[in-house]
């Protein structure tokens, strides 16, 4: 299994970015897909999951109302539209899929990981 993100870039504070996640050697529609985020100096953190393809969706509350995900199972992607960015957005984007299913908002340790791409948020 492999995950390539993408979408990362420079934006000014109030911004938008998307980023994308392409999953190839297996299919997740049935298990959770999402994104965590790493900033400098700190420990990797929970962003977003998709509980499975049109499941159930969480956000960490310093993103809830600005940040969206969304999964494509024809491409089997999984999105994250960021709205409204802020300085303290600016991270290192991980997606992460994972075959063993969720069923609550505590996503710890996914089993497959990507690459991360690099969100900068300038003041």
């Known amino acids: 299994v492999q995950l390539q993100a993408s979408g990362g870039g420079l934006v000014q504070a109030g911004g938008s970015l998307r980023l994308s996640c392409a999953v190839s050697?297996?299919?997740?529609?049935?298990?959770?897909m999402g994104w965590f985020r790493q900033a400098p100096g700190k420990e990797r953190d929970f962003v977003a999951v998709?509980?499975?393809?049109?499941?159930?969706?969480y956000y960490a509350d310093s993103v809830k109302g600005r940040f969206t995900i969304s999964r494509d199972n024809a491409k089997n992607t999984v999105h994250l539209l960021m709205n409204n960015l802020k300085p303290e957005d600016t991270a290192v984007y991980y997606c992460?899929?994972?075959?063993?299913?969720?069923?609550?908002?505590?996503?710890?340790?996914?089993?497959?990981w990507g690459q991360g791409t690099l969100v900068t948020v300038s003041s």
């Open positions: 992460a899929a994972d075959w063993r299913p969720l069923y609550s908002n505590v996503w710890r340790n996914p089993q497959y």
């Open positions: 050697g297996g299919t997740f529609s049935a298990y959770p």
């Open positions: 998709m509980t499975r393809s049109n499941g159930n969706t």
